[in-house]
């Protein structure tokens, strides 16, 4: 995995910004013109962007369960671009969003409003009868599984091909989407 989707670039800025900003300041104090400069024309405003993006920032979601090595060989043979880019989008943080996966549970219809909208809270790799499964976490409060089951379908075309879906519900309030690796059928040529 790279670093810099786990690093925050709102800390990233605040922290640079503020030495910067803060040399600048000791630099005008002690009459170093050339370091103050540097101080207040790259510190400041590096810093009101650090602030600008913390203020914006979804922090990533994290695996609720370690992935043992022979699912991680799995994932390599089988998983989906689609598994693939929604695990690593959704591990990392994400900047001027209000939740992760947000535009897409508003297209499949579980998203009407932003108060009730399931929100993602975690996520852990197995295996299902032998195929590579994606399990996205949801709290769900207001949306029950009688209606995540009626969008099964529309889940299952939205995210595929080569995804089938399972929904269920551990725990009260809570949704488990198994996003199950689903071999294409090739069609067989004569």
């Known amino acids: 995995m790279k670093i810099l989707p786990r690093t925050s670039l709102g800390t990233l800025g605040l922290v640079i910004g503020g030495l910067l900003a803060l040399m600048g300041f000791i630099a005008y104090a002690t009459e170093q013109a050339t370091l103050n400069l ?52 959704v591990m990392r943080y994400r900047y001027g969003q209000q939740a ?42 207001l949306i029950d599984l009688e209606t995540w089951q009626q969008k099964r379908e529309k889940i299952e075309k939205f995210f595929g091909p080569g995804i089938r879906v399972d929904l269920t519900q551990p725990e009260e309030e809570q949704i488990d989407m198994a996003m199950i690796a689903a071999p294409q059928e090739t069609p067989v040529s004569t």
């Not at 695996?63 to 799995?74: D, G, I, K, M, W």
């Not at 932003?114 to 399990?135: K, S």
């Open 38 to 89: 540097v101080g207040f024309f790259y510190g400041i405003p590096l810093l009101l962007g650090g602030l600008a993006l913390k203020a914006s920032e979804l922090k990533p979601i994290n695996f609720s369960e370690p992935t043992t090595s022979a699912v991680l060989q799995l994932r390599q043979n089988q998983a989906t671009p689609t598994q693939n880019q929604i695990r690593e989008d």
């Open 100 to 141: 992760h996966l947000d535009e897409s549970l508003e297209r499949l219809g579980l998203s009407p409003t932003d108060e009730e909208r399931p929100l993602l809270q975690g996520l852990r790799e197995t295996e299902v009868d032998g195929a590579y499964t994606l399990v996205l976490e949801f709290a769900s409060p």
